[in-house]
């Protein structure tokens, strides 16, 4: 299995970015796909997640309203739509996988990305 996220980078505050993950070897049929962030001496902390039995995304309080969670088009693709981003939306962002349901603890996914780094700065 191997989850491969992309598209960070630096972009000014209020600005957009879309994280992609790509995922191999598991279906969404059987997995969650969760999305997390990590900054340097801090713990991962949920971002969103897609759940596998309904296909419902819950996302983090300080991110509701500014980003979105999706299947893509592309199969075995999931898009993390990032907008009006603030300077404290900087971390390292990893896309997990975890069997059916959407756990809120890092430790329970099974399977992670090698992370992408977002930095929002003018």
């Known amino acids: 299995v191997q989850l491969v996220e992309s598209g960070g980078g630096l972009v000014q505050p209020g600005g957009s970015l879309r994280l992609s993950c790509a995922f191999s070897?598991?279906?969404?049929?059987?997995?969650?796909i969760g999305w997390f962030r990590q900054v340097p001496g801090k713990e991962r902390e949920g971002v969103s997640c897609?759940?596998?039995?309904?296909?419902?995304?819950t996302y983090a309080d300080s991110v509701k309203g500014r980003f979105t969670s999706a299947r893509g088009n592309v199969k075995n693709t999931v898009y993390l739509q990032m907008n009006n981003l603030k300077p404290e939306d900087t971390a390292v962002y990893y896309c997990?996988?975890?069997?059916?349901?959407?756990?809120?603890?890092?430790?329970?996914?099974?399977?992670w990305g090698q992370g992408t780094q977002v930095t929002v700065s003018s």
């Open positions: 070897e598991l279906s969404m049929d059987y997995y969650a």
């Open positions: 897609i759940s596998s039995l309904d296909g419902s995304t």
């Open positions: 997990a996988a975890v069997a059916y349901l959407c756990p809120p603890t890092p430790a329970t996914y099974d399977y």
